[in-house]
């Protein structure tokens, strides 16, 4: 068949474009990499497409329809703190580039007198969640979010149920965990500290830890978040029961459970490099973020998490991390 | 003041207009009413605006927001039947003239430099929730609409949320229970029989059930849901945490509650004329809609139900009935 990745210049979306042609299950026949930068095809022999353009444009929407892929991936997204930040680019990308995609599905669906239904993958966040939260947020808890990209990412989960329903599409939206350990430079999330004060220590650099290490939240290893992309493209849709937002599993940690593994994986001499620097704007964001989930249904649904943040930081070292600093940890490890 | 109504030429936009103008508290200077038919002014000597528009046009938001009134009731709507018949209509009323309407109001706020930031009711619905149901749908439980309607209006208000907590408007959005008893004629709803066994049985005429009369549903009369769009205008909107959808109390009954009523206000005579017709089709539409709310955060601000379905009948004899009707009802309860 035939896919599409939207969003396929960034962390995960790279990632998935690779795993997306080994994964024989899903017969892949012709890849469409889509961002606002150019994609890189992944390795592999299957004609891909690398198409560059701006997902605010309806015309890029028509475009990607165009090709009527089976199997569409939609990660693109203006990330939470630039949609706050800038209000009107959010609105554009996250909400108004979603609603051209569809648009521009339906109107292929039209066309084709109803034959063409492409299967959409798309990535939400657990931001479409705000306070006051339960002990963890089941799949009956309301969406009330707290940021503009949580309310964009919320409303396009409404927009692809409601085209789905109408069999427009065939839509899922996944709830992503934070997603830990980003290789690469911190950024300026909010977020960002979380894979911080594992990625640095790990190459004998200094992090910072702005909240305390009581803190706790929800986590999936950059491998695990991709995993569940592919697993949802295989997924029968008729078992969601009309409900096509899921929370995924993660591993609930504090930040102290977070520092105590990458003893275990790395040593003390490693975890010394953490300093705790507390900074009242991160304290104040992060204390308005979700902690836990029961995520039952989704896990019946086949979807597994990380068996612990352990796990985590092994899928770093294994998947991202710089020869450098794997080959010391491993050393670290056997001293 | 300035205020202004938008889908001011419907049912209770119109007893909306009247009573506000007649509401000391409010203080209205100036009156605008908008719709896409021309609006009745209602009886007063404070200076009214009838404006006739579509609502999908922006230039219509534009005219709107450009009187910078301080107070906005957002009453307009595709109804569910209709947004679920004609796709892009629904979509283009019930979500783009929503947000076409924020941006005018955000182009004006800043155009102030921020001083300008209305007050803004959204007439939202119990739409916006799908089954499966707990006993009671409680202010934490998720909106996972069933119809197209129900996917508008909880994108409206998660817009509106967002807007808010930005401070460009102070919106609230408030989920209607079904209002009933509606004056006038049947219409293509399938809520419309829960007015008609009222209605018709009053006016002599035969009415058609379709539903078995253990169906229960949430039910508001016209005169209390006007009187819930004025207690929100004075609502200070801190109360409301951050949280800016509230599901509002009503009266959950049966249909043989229902009907039990009518014979306790008109007797049994008229509840003869109420005649069973079961309806596939609406039967099943009605099988996914809600029974019973804790409306408990709504109540602890101030909102009041009915006291129960006779009163229902009542307002409707005193506010809407014709008076052949009215006469006939009170030599009926006093024979």
Redesign the interface.
């Known amino acids: 068949m035939r896919a599409t990745i939207i969003g396929a210049a960034g962390m995960l979306g790279a990632k998935l474009a690779q795993q997306i042609v080994n994964a024989s299950n899903l017969n892949i026949e012709a890849l469409t990499l889509q961002d606002v930068l150019l994609p890189k095809a992944p390795d592999t022999t299957i004609p891909c497409n690398c198409m560059r353009g701006s997902f605010t444009e309806p015309e890029q929407a028509k475009a990607i329809a165009a090709e009527r892929p089976e199997l569409i991936f939609h990660l693109a997204a203006i990330v939470s703190g630039e949609a706050e930040k800038d209000?009107e680019k959010g609105w554009a990308i996250n909400l108004h580039g979603s609603l051209h995609l569809l648009e521009a599905l339906r109107a292929q669906h039209l066309a084709s007198g109803g034959s063409y239904r492409p299967k959409v993958i798309f990535t939400s966040s657990i931001a479409v969640f705000?306070g006051p939260f339960?002990d963890a947020i089941d799949?009956?808890?309301?969406?009330?979010?707290?940021t503009?990209y949580g309310?964009q990412k919320?409303?396009t989960e409404?927009?692809l149920?409601?085209y789905s329903?109408?069999g427009f599409v065939d839509g899922v939206s996944l709830r992503m965990p934070t997603v830990v350990v980003r290789p690469g430079l911190p950024n300026a999330a909010a977020s960002s500290f979380f894979s911080g004060i594992i990625r640095e220590p790990l190459a004998g650099i200094e992090a910072l830890l702005p909240v305390d290490d009581n803190v706790r939240h929800w986590f999936v290893s950059p491998r695990t978040a991709t995993g569940f992309l592919l697993h949802a493209a295989s997924l029968d849709s008729a078992k969601l029961a009309?409900?096509r937002?899921l929370n995924l599993p993660g591993v609930s940690c504090t930040v102290a459970e977070q520092i105590q593994a990458l003893a275990g994986v790395a040593g003390e001499k490693c975890t010394a490099l953490i300093r705790a620097q507390p900074d009242a704007a991160i304290i104040k964001i992060i204390a308005q973020w979700p902690e836990r989930f029961d995520a039952s249904k989704a896990e019946a649904l086949g979807f597994v998490a990380d068996a612990n943040f352990e796990q985590i930081i092994r899928v770093y070292l294994e998947d991202d991390a710089p020869e450098a600093v794997r080959q010391a940890t491993a050393k670290e490890s056997t001293a």
Chains 1, 2 share one sequence.
């Open positions: 209000f705000g339960p799949d009956d808890f309301l969406a009330a979010p707290q503009s309310a919320a409303m409404l927009a149920a409601d329903r109408k009309g409900r937002s």
